[in-house]
């Protein structure tokens, strides 16, 4: 079994900082790609960021030069640092993974989500 730990959501006034990491754990071969989806009240859940165990890293438009994902293979961890926050990056943000569990065996796991709020 693996668990995805997320931790560093809060409350933010627009304009301000933040910092979620996400770390893997448990029966563990190695990690591919590992992600942050968000998904806001009333909306689909959405790709933030990705990045790839070489990584090669991926945003979506509406973060594009405010969001930046780095990793740590060593530690099975990646974070991403939310800079300039709006109102409209308010959302619950969940890490996604794509981990072998074996050489052979390739799963997907999701966060339980942590909440990012942005006042305006």
């Known amino acids: 079994q693996v668990q995805l730990q997320e931790s560093g959501g809060g409350l933010v006034q627009a304009g301000g900082s933040l910092r979620l990491s996400c770390a893997a754990s448990g029966s563990i071969f190695s990690v591919n790609t590992m992600s942050w989806y968000r998904q806001g009240s009333g909306t689909q859940r959405e790709l933030v960021a990705s990045?790839?165990?070489?990584?090669?890293?991926n945003y979506a438009d509406s973060v594009k030069g405010r969001f930046t994902i780095s990793r740590d293979n060593a530690n099975n961890t990646i974070i991403l640092h939310m800079n300039s926050l709006k109102a409209e990056d308010t959302a619950v943000y969940y890490c996604?993974?794509?981990?072998?569990?074996?050489?052979?065996?390739?799963?997907?796991?999701w966060g339980q989500g942590t909440q990012v709020t942005v006042s305006s």
């Open positions: 996604k993974a794509i981990v072998a569990t074996s050489p052979n065996r390739l799963f997907q796991y």
């Open positions: 990045i790839t165990s070489g990584g090669f890293t």
